[in-house]
T-cell receptor, first 115, second 112 residues
């Protein structure tokens, strides 16, 4: 069975600093997708970044980048130059489609950016 | 139009009521999803529609009944709910099953 683990329930970072959120997953499959989603307080969930497992190059979106270590089954999110608007719950998600379909979210990391 | 809309935003219903949640997208996406999210918890997948056909039903109780009338609309019919069904119900869509999802703002449901 596939699992997604986010071991940091809460984190805080000073504005303009860099923070890394961790995510590990467990699967025996080789072809899957990983995502980071952001859910600000009382606002809707939006996609931050996506990574295909077959791609070795780490995905980057502006201030957001991932460190994808396939062998270690690790998918961490780095936020550079943190901004107050980055305060949110961050969910790591795993998706596989191989005869069946699974979309599994981790338990989330609540990030607070401090002024 | 890159939005997923959901109505109503809030819903309070008694255990004997019948109500429906609605979700709409005009991005041409062919996969649509219903999730249930309890406070401070991750979303839990309930149903997945792909090309207007129910692809996944994650062992959801029959008091929840999904419907996909066309490629842009997704409904969730509610009947005889329990107080523990109170939660934020999220709708999402994606171009196809293997793609990132776009979420709506959710309907906050309270069952009294």
């Amino acid at each position: 069975a596939q699992t997604v683990t986010q071991s940091q329930p809460e984190m805080s970072v000073q504005e303009a600093e860099t923070v890394t959120l961790s995510c590990t997953y467990d699967t025996s499959e080789n072809n899957y997708y990983l995502f980071w989603y952001k859910q600000p307080p009382s606002r809707q969930m939006i996609l931050v970044i996506r990574q295909e497992a077959y791609k070795q190059q780490n995905a980057t979106e502006n201030r957001f980048s991932v460190n994808f270590q396939k062998a270690a089954k690790s998918f961490s999110l780095k936020i550079s130059d943190s901004q107050l608007g980055d305060t949110a719950m961050y969910f790591c998600a795993f998706m596989i489609r191989d005869g069946t379909y699974k979309y599994i979210f981790g338990t989330g990391t609540r990030l607070k950016v401090l002024a | 139009d890159t939005e997923v809309t959901q109505t109503p935003k809030h819903l309070v219903m008694g255990m004997t009521n019948k109500k429906s949640l609605k979700c709409e997208q005009h991005m041409g996406h062919r996969a649509m999803y219903w999730y249930k999210q309890k406070a401070k918890k991750p979303p839990e997948l309930m149903f997945v529609y792909s090309y207007e056909k129910l692809s996944i039903n994650e062992s959801v109780p029959s008091r929840f009944s999904p419907e996909c009338p066309n490629s842009s609309l997704l409904n969730l019919h509610l009947h005889a709910l329990q107080p523990e069904d109170s939660a934020l119900y999220l709708c999402a869509s994606s171009p196809a099953l293997a793609y990132e999802q776009y979420f709506g703002p959710g309907t906050r449901l309270t069952v009294t």
